[in-house]
């Protein structure tokens, strides 16, 4: 993840960061024809369709974990094994494989779905929630923190990676795909 996240403290700054990553990568990736959400693809297979969509379902589970409480492992569809692992890289794979053959409009309409029902959670969180530590509200990814300076922090630390940062860091290899380049 990005090291030069912003220095967030209030749920008023995490909404503003958030939604301005979101506008970005949002803007960038409507003004792309629609070939190119499906091709071209990097090494790993992934498309801009497939990073939209995964960003798509982390925020889904972001939400369903801390409005229902269900587990991220679960909302997400991780397998047990692979959720043991304790890497990135095999759960983002069984996460891309769930939404592999989903067209591009429906991708862009849960995208889209899914963004409006974020902010409004991100509205009802209060500044306890926000200031408790991470894994005490489930934030934790995996069977141990795979990242401990970031999950050791607060909720609202991990919202800011998760959220806004992760918008700037899959808008960077959408447009190093697109350009053809390595991400």
Do not use: F
Not at 51 to 69: E, N, Y
Not at 74 to 83: R, V, Y
Request: with cysteine; net charge negative; glycine share 6%.
């Amino acid at each position: 993840m990005d090291e030069t996240l912003p220095s967030i403290s209030t749920k008023q700054e995490l909404i503003a960061y958030t939604t301005d990553e979101w506008n970005a990568l949002v803007t960038y990736v409507d003004s792309l024809p629609a070939g190119q959400w499906s091709s071209p693809t990097d090494a790993a297979g992934w498309s801009v369709k497939d990073h939209v969509s995964h960003l798509t379902q982390w925020d889904r589970a972001v939400i369903a974990l801390l409005r229902h409480q269900v587990p991220l492992k679960e909302s997400l569809g991780i397998s047990d094994t692979t959720w043991a692992a304790d890497s990135y890289d095999p759960m983002n794979d069984e996460i891309r494989q769930r939404a592999l053959h989903d067209p591009v409009q429906q991708v862009k309409a849960d995208r889209d779905a899914t963004w409006a029902d974020l902010v409004a959670l991100l509205g009802e969180l209060n500044e306890e929630l926000l200031a408790q530590p991470s894994t005490e509200a489930g934030l934790a990814v995996g069977t141990r923190p795979l990242n401990d300076s970031i999950h050791a922090g607060s909720v609202l630390q991990v919202l800011v990676e998760w959220c806004g940062g992760s918008y700037a860091e899959h808008l960077r290899y959408i447009k190093a795909l697109v350009q053809g380049q390595p991400a």
